[in-house]
């Protein structure tokens, strides 16, 4: 778990590092950095049009640059960041109705849009036997001007309940919004319907971008700017600006966070006198303020904070979350943090994937368990000071340079996923790689099974489990059963099944037994440096005898697959001459009394390794090979 934790961390800051790279680059080859500013002159008629496209603002009326400009220019600073998100968002998402939802009837229509009201909705109602008021084409172009700024679009066809469409009064085809009053689940939706006499595509938006405008707390005099600003100690964003109506996407923003945060145009178009909002600390125009009990903060100034619905969005979450923005985010933390276990896992692939698999469903249920008692405890009037002190630490937090960064590479790595899983796969390919480096000295027999092996050792372990349950326990996490089926057949065949021994003993009768030889009355004694070929043995009972030149031990009577030992682990003590030893399929060798014992007890694996004893496996050359016991 803390490896894992450390990998994760470290991804985390290759990420960070990365971005800070990457804007190294920018800078070097053409000068300018994400944050700079542009100035709206230099750009071209089309260019000034995206612009006004990604913020929302009507501009059908303006037929000329400086026109344009200028509103562009009303509306906010332009950063290259926004600049080349506006044009990536153009270029990445081409006219369509993929997202538009097809009504099957009134049931279909209530539970999406009246009944959820957690967004808005423009749906095109074509009423039995008429066209619709919008042709395809247009009706395209109008789903991408309206899904950037996160409302979601429709089309209900009367001819698939015409009843209903009389009794709402959809006698011809028209457009319906349906904007939310209130975040509340038993809130009013208001269904709103377009009855202008032009059909196209601009003037439609206008009235689009309208009706969002009417969610947000329009100040037109200086006293009542003065009495909104010292009202009370809630979060509020300002926007203080010469333009007849706010753009699209923050008038947006105002439905997602409503409950939380209070927006609020200050339209100072025929303002005269301008000390009001010098009072305030309002020194320019146009200006987005976050106004917080800590204070007042600038938005546009750091990092990433550009004029997007996604960047606001992000910036705002960061500052006032609700419970459900921390849970998506420990999701999605826990969800990285597992993934990690198909590169730290060794051996096979088919068990890294099963072992993947067994990691996502115990961490993702543990967290689900671990969010019911913190929602309980959230419901607790007691905790509302906790939780508003925990709010004003987090703003704290959120208003500094670092946490800025750290959400505008969110933005970025959010746009770019391709980016971010493929930085993902190659920091664990990297992980892998050392793994195998770091557990190559005493890396286990088992690691280098085939899949088929590994597969045929899972289902020894899940049937042995299933059988005799309590022996399974007993044993290891790596113990595995033997993969003749035979056994799970021969098991539900007698009525003793859970009373005799699970696996039979009868294989214990052809594993190797031979004496331990050397010289007489002697030991063989290990040095820290020496191959198994250069150990000497020593007279045990004599002094006297050390001094003589060294006799090496007699490995010649050991089987030529057995591995090269002095001990046994089981009695921890050395092998004296004379004395039976038996070794196991695994290739470890133990006193025969000592190793008999052992799995007469149950424990049918091997001591060391953990290798089921009763399993055959090829291993590799082993004669100059020494095992250290674990």
């Known amino acids: 778990m803390w490896l894992k934790l450390l990998f994760l961390t470290l991804y985390l800051l290759v990420l960070f590092v990365l971005s800070r790279l990457f804007e190294a680059v920018v800078w070097c080859e053409a000068g300018v950095l994400a944050t700079q500013l542009v100035d709206p002159v230099t750009l071209s008629y089309t260019r000034l049009r995206t612009i006004l496209e990604a913020r929302g603002l009507a501009y059908s009326a303006l037929a000329q640059k400086e026109d344009v400009r200028e509103l562009v ?46 967004g808005i909705w423009l749906v095109q109602v074509v009423a039995q036997g008429r066209e619709a008021l919008l042709s395809q084409y247009s009706w395209r172009k109008m789903v991408k001007k309206v899904s950037q700024f996160g409302i979601r679009t429709g089309i209900f066809n009367c001819s698939n309940d015409h009843r209903s469409c009389m009794r709402r009064g959809w006698h011809h085809s028209t457009l319906i919004m349906s904007v939310p009053q209130t975040s509340a689940s038993k809130g009013k939706v208001m269904l709103k319907e377009y009855r202008g006499q032009y059909s196209d595509t601009e003037h439609l938006s206008h009235w689009v971008t309208g009706q969002v405008a009417q969610q ?26 010469h333009l007849p109506q706010p753009p699209a996407f923050f008038s947006s923003l105002s439905v997602r966070f409503t409950g939380r945060i209070k927006f609020i145009f200050v339209n100072i178009c025929h303002w005269k006198n301008h000390s009001r909002l010098a009072e305030i600390g309002v020194t320019r125009s146009p200006a987005y303020i976050l106004k917080m009990p800590e204070g007042i903060y600038w938005y546009g100034k750091s990092p990433g904070e550009f004029l997007s619905v996604s960047a606001m969005d992000t910036f705002l979450r960061s500052v006032q979350p609700e419970v459900n923005d921390l849970f998506v985010l420990s999701l999605l933390l826990i969800n990285l943090l597992a993934w990690m276990d198909l590169f730290i896992t060794q051996g096979a692939t088919v068990k890294r994937f099963v072992v993947l698999i067994r990691t996502l469903g115990t961490y993702n249920s543990i967290l689900l368990v671990s969010w019911l008692p913190v929602l309980a405890l959230l419901q607790l009037p007691y905790l509302d000071t906790f939780y508003s002190y925990s709010l004003k630490l987090l703003r704290y937090a959120d208003t500094t340079q670092l946490v800025s960064l750290v959400r505008s590479d969110w933005t970025f790595y959010s746009s770019h996923p391709a980016l971010f899983l493929s930085t993902y796969l190659a920091h664990g390919l990297l992980v892998d790689y050392f793994e195998k480096k770091r557990r190559c000295s005493r890396r286990s027999l088992e690691d280098s099974s085939t899949n088929l092996e590994w597969l045929a050792s899972l289902w020894d372990w899940y049937s042995s489990y299933l059988l005799h349950p309590i022996t399974s326990l007993h044993q290891s996490d790596h113990s595995e059963w033997d993969e003749d089926t ?38 063989c004694v290990y040095g820290q440096n020496r191959a ?9 009972t004599s002094d006297s005898e050390y001094d003589d030149a060294p006799q090496l031990c007699d490995w010649s009577v050991w089987p030529h697959d057995i591995l090269h030992c002095s001990e046994c682990v089981v009695c921890l003590e050395n092998f004296v001459n004379g004395e039976l030893l038996m070794g196991l399929f695994c290739g470890h060798a133990f006193h025969q009394s000592c190793i008999v014992v052992w799995l007469a007890e149950g424990q049918h694996c091997c001591p060391v390794c953990r290798w089921p004893s009763y399993k055959k496996r090829l291993t590799k050359s082993n004669s100059t090979v020494s095992s250290e016991p674990v």
């Open 73 to 118: 220019e009303k509306s906010g600073d332009l950063s290259q960041g926004e600049l080349y998100s506006a044009i990536k968002k153009e270029k990445e998402h081409p006219e369509g109705d993929s997202g538009t939802t097809h009504f099957s009837g009134e049931l279909h229509f209530y539970e999406l849009v009246e009944d959820t009201k957690d």
């Open 216 to 241: 947000i707390h329009t100040l037109h005099r200086s006293e009542q700017l003065l009495q909104e600003w010292y009202s009370d100690h809630t979060v509020k964003m300002f926007l203080f600006a």
């Open 486 to 523: 035979n056994f799970l057949f021969e098991r539900l065949a007698f009525p003793d099944l859970w009373l005799r021994p699970l696996v039979n003993l009868d294989y214990m009768k052809i594993l190797p037994v031979w004496k331990f030889k050397s010289a007489p009355s002697s030991v």
């Open 532 to 540: 198994p070929e250069e150990q000497v043995c020593l007279d045990r």
